[in-house]
């Protein structure tokens, strides 16, 4: 039993707006113990609107419709529906009442075209609106001697939400056999993707009741572990089980299993510790500490920082002599050196970070005119002894500056461990 | 002529991850005049994937398929393609070979898994992905009689994006019949959009051929003017028409009007006035010196800051005075004034801009702790004149922040006037 979302909008396919209500509706259905197979996104246009709808009868239990209810001419959900399932459309009097006192209510004057807000799939129930003038409608109709539930929402996320949610979830729920889904989730950092899969997949593969999807992006794996059981327990028991499993194989690389960021794991980490962290960014001009800052109560570890972005910042924050960067350059491991003991020294932070590097899309004049882009040197020191790694890290400015942040915090969390 | 755009991948069907890459396709679709009609979303599913490309293949006449080209056996776009068209799909040698220097040349070890990557449909061409190990792969068939034009498209938009620039959008230029889009954009930050649009939109209904869309979001109103004409000249002079009767409304609230973000702007002005800036930030720990830091050639005119987040680093690295702090609080006036004029001086900057602000979720202990969530403080200096501004933010941690960053640099841009 699966579900398809269609959302309907030709302003939905422009490069500027997105449908985001399919997310919320995906959580409450996910909830049931529903997947969602397929979502669509079709604009304003009878036959396209009344194909999709087709296309989806064909092949989805559940089918979800957003958008398209208003009063407009170019609100034609209600018709495509009661075409796709050759079902009479007729104007509901009582509705219409309901409207009229809605628009008297609020002084306002009912155009003509609202009557189309009253119109009624034969055999649908009416879903009250308390957030707006279309009403939503339910069906529980079969298609071609398959059941299908189906039902039309409005597109505001503010009227389809509680909508929604009071008057589909407790249908569905009683249309559903009970189930209960459980996710788990581990985050890795800086491995490729097919050397996790290859490792992982012969392990998660050992629980064919867990799906199990991998997601990449900004230097991190995440695994999703998804099971639906009829009962919690049940489905808990099957996921953890998977997620311990992949979780022993890859040891250490996995930065959490609660759903935490890099940034969240390693501010715990070290407030553990009792440990103080300040950062000196040069090419991330900022990007760490805007990461560690966007956690709430991140100043109990988190002291700050310079953005030692120019030579002279370098010196006048961070205490990095002239003559270093005169002599090897900014982007050097002498001066990643000297720019984190100088802002522990600074700031009086047990720990301190610092990156500097060639983010490009050009390489700086001077002592560094012959270095590569992508050349990242990060230190991380606790006064004692200073730790440089030097990096080459490919792609444009903004991949460089996302990793080398993500190389820096991986760096001092594997030094927490 | 419209196309049709799938987005393949099992975790867009979570209520976790969305499609992205679709409003970028469509920016260029449009941009060659060609409508997007439908977007289907759809998992890594053998038959789901391959009957959604069927149905695609039979209603669309370009079809781009984004993600599922990656080494993992959840990887099924090149089968499903295949299979839908009922191509055959062979391993290219010379693609496996490159594949294996691409992994040799970063000192990786090539699993079994990545193989796929090097299968080809027959009679496709290989578009190459210089930001990624999975290349794209580019069709031009008839399918029941119809020309079809069909791209495989990596899934990650920094692969997808410089690969469909280079390869495709040339191709689809070259079979489509010349029509002509024009766009302008006008950015305004800080004012409600119900102002904007009661302002704007009674003169942009003047221009029937222009459509106008409003955007808001992240503290940034965008008006969006566009125009289909069989030849650019008329496209341009249209959305300019609109665009500049709007912008003449608007005056100096109008930041931009070449696409240009706000940092974008400030620093052009900066640069263009012979200025240099340094900042000093408490509550947004980065988030200007990271925006400013995005832009290319940034360090021209932003020379750093300090991220000042405890008061222990306010003084170490902006000389604010511990009395200050202690009197007045963190978050506060003379704070603020102290912390731009401290950091100025410092970098030596010729002017300097400083954040200090309670972004929550709760108020901090010691002399703050009675003023409320939201107060923020920014002050902008050039040695002799310090100006301050007093805000209260609604919203929570992340808004606050993202709106005290804004204000701050609009301050800037409205002092370099």
Same sequence: chains 1, 2.
Wanted: charged content about 20%.
């Amino acid at each position: 039993m699966f579900a398809e979302i269609i959302a309907v909008g030709s302003e939905l396919l422009t490069p500027h707006r997105q449908d985001t209500n399919s997310l919320y509706l995906t959580s409450v259905l996910n909830d049931l113990g529903v997947a969602v197979a397929f979502k669509t996104i079709v604009g304003d246009h009878r036959e396209h609107l009344t194909s999709a709808i087709q296309i989806a009868l064909n092949r989805a239990d559940i089918l979800l419709l957003s958008g398209g209810l208003g009063p407009t001419e170019d609100d034609l959900t209600r018709e495509c529906v009661a075409q796709a399932l050759r079902l009479p459309l007729y104007r509901n009097p009582e509705l219409l009442e309901t409207l009229r006192q809605r628009f008297a209510a609020r002084n306002l004057q009912m155009t003509q075209n609202n009557h189309h807000q009253a119109d009624q799939i034969q055999g649908a129930t009416i879903l009250p609106n308390r957030n707006g003038s279309a009403p939503g409608q339910w069906l529980d109709v079969l298609y071609n001697g398959h059941r299908r539930l189906i039902a039309l929402l409005p597109g505001p996320p503010l009227e389809l939400q509680p909508l929604f949610a009071a008057e589909c979830k407790p249908r569905l729920a009683a249309a559903l056999p009970p189930s209960h889904l459980a996710r788990r989730q581990l985050r890795m950092t800086l491995i490729p993707e097919s050397l996790v899969d290859a490792r992982c997949a012969p392990i998660y593969k050992t629980f064919p009741d867990v799906e199990t999807t991998i997601l990449a992006g900004n230097a991190e794996i995440q695994l999703h572990f998804s099971c639906v059981k009829p009962t919690q327990a049940e489905a808990e028991a099957q996921v953890e089980a998977a997620a311990d499993a992949v979780s022993r194989e890859m040891g250490d690389d996995v930065f959490s299993s609660g759903g935490e960021s890099l940034e969240e794991v390693v501010l715990l980490m070290l407030g553990v510790r009792h440990h103080t962290l300040a950062v000196a960014e040069s090419c991330t001009g900022g990007l760490i500490g805007k990461r560690l800052t966007s956690i709430p109560n991140s100043s109990r570890v988190f002291l700050g920082g310079a953005v030692a972005y120019s030579n002279r910042s370098k010196t006048a924050l961070a205490d990095v002599p002239a003559y270093l960067i005169d002599e090897h350059g900014a982007v050097s491991d002498a001066v990643a050196r000297a720019l984190a003991e100088g802002i522990r020294r600074r700031i009086g932070s047990s720990l301190a970070l610092s990156i500097t590097g060639i983010a490009g899309p050009a390489t700086p004049r001077g002592p560094d005119s012959q270095k590569p882009v992508g050349l990242v040197y990060i230190a991380l020191t606790d006064g004692k002894e200073t730790q440089v790694k030097e990096l080459n890290i490919r792609g444009d400015r903004e991949r460089i500056r996302i990793w080398a942040a993500q190389h820096a915090l991986e760096t001092l969390r594997r030094r927490l461990l």
